[in-house]
């Protein structure tokens, strides 16, 4: 083992153990320095008020940015202000001069806006605007508002002068077509305190927007203007309504090119239409202009122009000559060919016109002209012509009168306003007018050589029952009149010229009438030229131009103007008549005429084109070769048609009437009549025509009918087709004539016509019915009383149907109501008077017959079992008494005559069918009428009756014995009618079965019968 090195080393002289300490030493004298070199520095504010201001929270902020805080907050000892100490940065130090300014920043809200909005959450602040200075400084006043800019903020600085601030106040917003390019800053009174000057900075983007020759105005709120014409309102910004502002605009004319340097001056005017610029002329206006300094303006195609600034009176002219100011941008054209003249309200028929001026009073329009340039103009005191210089079509027009052609008076196309009249005046002729109208520049193409000009006003009616038409003007030219034109032709016609002539129209017919008919006409006639009508059908194709009297005075030549689609309707077989008002049968003109007046109608002819005629008094009845079917109607009895009315088939107009004359004899009507060429087929010559004019009403017991065959027929009286009887292998041909029927009931009863004679006067009317068992089978057609009044002599219109009613033995009776105690009979009678009753015969037939003044009996009918009764008396017996069998009705009483030898009566009777297996050849009839009276004076009294109906009406009873099938009664057995039932006969009560082969129905079971049965 090796001995240990022993290693010596030398001890330092100062221990490790201090560095620490010594660390300690330089941190903490770091720390010293360091906060003594950045210790903050403090300042003394003072202010008002401390509402808002808190130790230890308000803060001091520069731009935003915080650089100090109130650390506290003491009162003078006049406790009239309160010192806020704050400290600021270090860094702020060299700022702290005597031109740095502090002030309050709080939350505002006033007109212009709210400011210090920020402060609602952090409280309020003071800013700090730092500015260098000389002197240091460490006590500070607050300003009680922000300071204003200062001189060398960047942009362009304004000063306004304003005879007043209004609502002009710090932070006022400038705006340019409502941009805001800048605000106010700062106010203040000039120096002789006669103005306020408002400095305001121009944002540096802005500045060349300002001219020497802008021109700024106060913009503040709301500016109204307004007359009747209307209200005008300008504002720039909501902003500025609400919180002032400055508005500016640089005007095209003056000096633009020279730079604008910082403080120039400005007048600031109070609105924009002072503050508007412009060229002052000289205008000579006539006497009584009501013109008004300030107020009369000039207008424009309702533009605002200029204005009278001022006039005075001027002797030489006898009128007044005024200083106008005119928009500058109008300086090219003021020349001296523009005019000039007054514009009134006025007030007429026609309206009120510029009603906007009653109160603004007149104002100055002009037209633009050429010539040198000028600043002196004449007013005139209305408008004058436009010349043919300018744009739009020029065109005279040859008028009679110039009534409603006044100057301005519109001219329209379709009611649209296309130009107007420009001026009139007497012709060469002195007998018209040469009118002068103006079409304008986008109507011209409306107009060529194929229009027609007319007079526009008033309102035109035209009808007739059928149909009419009103044409009115627009309301303009009601009032004031005015002039139309229509244009015929656009695609075929040549354009016109300014200057081109146009004769003027009394109407838009009488323009559209360019062909002309003449025709002679008798002078009797009261034909009326503008009025009186020419047509073809219900068509009106035109007037009566002019009518003058023929060289022999003996009739009047009628010159018609009709359209020139027509012209082919004048040829050498068409002809022309007079339709008058007039409705008796002769001559139907019907309604139409009475609305409108009689006038003249036309039917179109063959051959070559004619134009001269002469008038017929009289429609021309048709003729073969017309279009349709032509049939001719003969009417024994007086029609109410009249030409024109419908002829219906099943409700559907198929054709019209053409005439309707009246027959020499007076007492028939002649009707020619036109079947539509598509219904031909539907007309046979076996067809009826009858009257379908007005109502057709029937009224009985049963009810009330009423038909009729539609509106038409009722208004105009029409005819109607009945094809019940037609033969439609028999066409009707042109020209076949019909017999005309009362109505469609009359058809059905024609058929063969006998004559009935009764031996007196009987009181029965025309068109009574002939009545079989309450049926119609024909009518009295005519009757005639002979002339010694002893007989009456019918005739009768049997339907053909019914042929066994003209048989030889066939019996006619005249039926009248009749009335008595036991009955009444015939009622019906009572309500369509007295009427033939007739009951058929078995003989050969035959066209005379004997009337009979009662009912014949009547012996049997059809049904049933036919019976007859012998009795020495008829007693109270009458037709249509019951048959009773224990009281029930089983029968009827049918007639009662007296037998051959006239010793007795023989009573007819009827069982019923369903009851004909109660009687029997051993039955027993007896009288069951009225009432059965016994009386003793130990017995009492007693009555029997059969039935109340029997004591009223009368009757026959019947009883029966047992019997059986071969026993039954059988039609024409006779029977006596006792008086009275024998007591013994009433106590038969025997089973009258009906037999088997006679039910066709189930037995039903009553209540009570066997079910087991």
């Known amino acids: 083992m090796k001995d240990a090195e022993v290693v010596l080393t030398n001890k330092s002289p100062i221990s490790s153990i201090w560095l620490l300490p010594v660390l300690a030493v330089l941190i903490a004298l770091w720390l010293v320095f360091k906060s003594f070199s950045e210790a903050g520095v403090d300042i003394i504010i003072k202010t008002t008020s401390a509402e808002g201001i808190v130790a230890g929270k308000t803060e001091v902020r520069f731009k935003g940015f915080p650089i100090g805080l109130v650390t506290d907050l003491d009162m003078t000892e006049d406790l009239q202000t309160v010192l806020a100490t704050v400290e600021l940065k270090q860094s702020t130090k060299q700022y702290l001069t005597e031109n740095t300014l502090f002030w309050l920043v709080k939350p505002e809200i006033s007109l212009s806006g709210v400011s210090g909005l920020d402060t609602v959450i952090t409280g309020n602040y003071f800013e700090m605007l730092p500015m260098e200075g000389e002197t240091q400084v460490r006590e500070y006043t607050s300003l009680k508002q922000p300071p204003p800019k200062s001189e060398d903020a960047a942009g362009l600085h304004i000063t306004l002068h304003a005879k ?131 107020i009369t303006k000039v207008i424009f195609e309702g533009v605002e122009v200029g204005v009278v600034e001022d006039f005075v009176y001027n002797q030489a002219r006898g009128g007044v000559t005024a200083s106008v100011l005119i928009d500058p941008r109008l300086e090219p054209y003021l020349l001296s060919g523009m005019d000039f003249w007054l514009v009134k309200p006025s007030i007429s028929l026609a309206g009120v016109s510029n009603i906007d001026r009653l109160l603004s009073g007149s104002y100055v329009a002009f037209r633009i002209g050429d010539g040198e340039p000028s600043r002196e103009f004449d007013v005139l005191p209305s408008a004058p012509p436009l010349d043919f210089k300018e744009k739009g079509l020029h065109l005279n027009i040859t008028a009679d009168n ?65 149909s009419f038409s009103i044409r009115t003007s627009p309301i303009q030219a009601l009032m004031t009149g005015g002039i139309s034109f229509h244009t015929i032709d656009f695609e075929n016609s040549s354009s016109v010229k300014d200057g081109h002539r146009f004769v003027m129209n009394r109407n838009l017919e009488e323009a559209l009438n360019t062909e002309v008919v003449t025709i002679i006409a008798p002078l009797s006639y009261e034909i009326i030229p503008g009025l009186t009508k020419l047509k073809f059908g219900e068509k009106h194709i035109g007037t009566v131009k002019s009518v003058k009297p023929s060289s022999d005075f003996k009739s009047s030549i009628v010159t018609i103007g009709y359209q020139s689609d027509y012209n082919n309707l004048f040829k050498e077989s068409s002809k022309i008549w007079i339709v008058e008002p007039n409705l008796t049968a002769g001559n139907i003109a019907g309604f139409n005429a009475l609305l409108t007046g009689m006038f003249l109608q036309v039917k179109p002819g063959e051959g070559a084109l004619k134009n001269h005629f002469t008038l017929l008094r009289k429609a021309p009845e048709s003729e073969a070769t017309d279009e349709g079917l032509q049939l001719r109607l003969h009417a024994k009895y007086g029609t109410s048609v009249e030409k024109g009315s419908p002829i219906s088939y099943k409700k559907m107009v198929i054709g019209f009437v053409d005439t309707v004359n009246l027959n020499k004899d007076g007492l028939t009507v002649d009707i020619s009549a036109t079947i539509a060429e598509r219904f031909r087929y539907l007309v046979s010559k076996t067809s009826k025509f009858h009257q379908a004019s007005g109502f057709n009403v029937k009224a009985n017991l049963k009810g009330l009918n009423v038909q009729t065959e539609s509106l038409q027929s009722i208004l105009r009286g029409g005819l109607a087709l009945n094809n019940d009887y037609a033969d439609f292998n028999n066409l009707a041909e042109e020209m076949d004539i019909f017999e005309l029927y009362e109505n469609n009931e009359v058809i059905f009863q024609t058929g063969k016509l006998i004559t009935v004679t009764f031996n007196e006067v009987i009181d029965i009317q025309r068109g009574a019915n002939v009545d079989y068992n309450g049926h119609t089978i024909g009518s009295v057609k005519n009757l005639e009383v002979t002339s010694d009044l002893m007989s009456t002599k019918l005739t009768l219109d049997i339907s053909d149907k019914y042929s066994q ?51 014949p009996a009547l012996k049997q009918v059809p049904s049933g079992t036919n019976l007859t009764l012998t009795t020495s008396v008829k007693g109270s017996i009458q037709p249509d008494n019951p048959v009773l069998y224990r009281q029930i009705k089983v029968g009827r009483v049918l007639g009662i005559e007296l037998n051959e030898n006239a010793n007795g009566v023989n009573v007819y009777l009827n069982i019923d069918e369903q009851y004909k297996h109660l009687v029997s050849k051993d039955s027993k009839f007896y009288n069951a009428s009225g009432i059965k009276v016994e009386a003793g004076l130990f017995s009492g009294m007693n009555i029997e009756t059969e039935s109340m109906d029997t004591i009223l009406a009368g009757g026959v009873a019947f009883v029966t014995p047992e019997s059986n099938k071969e026993t039954l009664a059988t039609d024409g057995d006779q029977f006596p009618l006792y008086d009275e039932a024998d007591e013994s006969w009433l106590e038969w009560n025997p089973t009258l079965t009906k037999p088997i082969e006679e039910m066709h129905e189930p037995l039903i079971h009553q209540p009570g019968e066997d079910s087991k049965g």
């Open 164 to 294: 007043e601030l209004g609502s002009i106040t710090h932070g006022s917003k400038i705006f340019y077509k409502q941009i805001q390019v800048g605000e106010v800053y700062s106010y203040e009174f000039s120096k002789d305190k006669s103005h306020i000057k408002i400095n305001l900075l121009i944002e540096e983007e802005y500045r060349d927007l300002i001219k020497l020759n802008t021109r700024f105005w106060n913009a503040s709120g709301i500016e109204m203007t307004g007359d009747l014409s209307g209200f005008k309102v300008r504002t720039q910004s909501m902003a500025s309504v609400i919180g002032g502002g400055i508005a500016f605009e640089t005007p095209e004319l003056g000096d633009t090119t020279t730079i604008v340097q910082n403080f120039t001056e400005y007048p600031l005017y109070e609105g924009f239409d002072e503050a508007k610029s412009g060229i002052t002329v000289k205008m000579h206006f006539p006497k009584n202009s009501g013109i008004k300094a300030g």
């Open 805 to 855: 009613f003209t048989q030889t033995n066939t019996q006619f009776w005249l039926v009248k109501p009749e009335v008595s105690v036991a009955r009444v009979a015939n009622a019906k009678a009572y309500f369509t008077g007295n009427y033939i009753g007739v009951m058929p015969g078995n003989g050969e037939q035959s066209v005379e017959f004997k009337g009979l003044l009662q009912a």
């Open 402 to 466: 110039v009534d409603s052609l006044s100057f301005g008076v519109p001219v329209f196309y379709k009611n649209l306003r296309v130009g107007s009249v420009q001026d009139h005046k007497l012709a060469a002729d002195k007998r018209s007018f040469d009118v002068h109208i103006f079409i304008e520049p986008e109507y011209e193409s409306l107009v060529n050589s194929s229009s027609v000009f007319y007079e526009q006003g008033g309102i035109e009616v035209n009808g007739s029952l059928k």
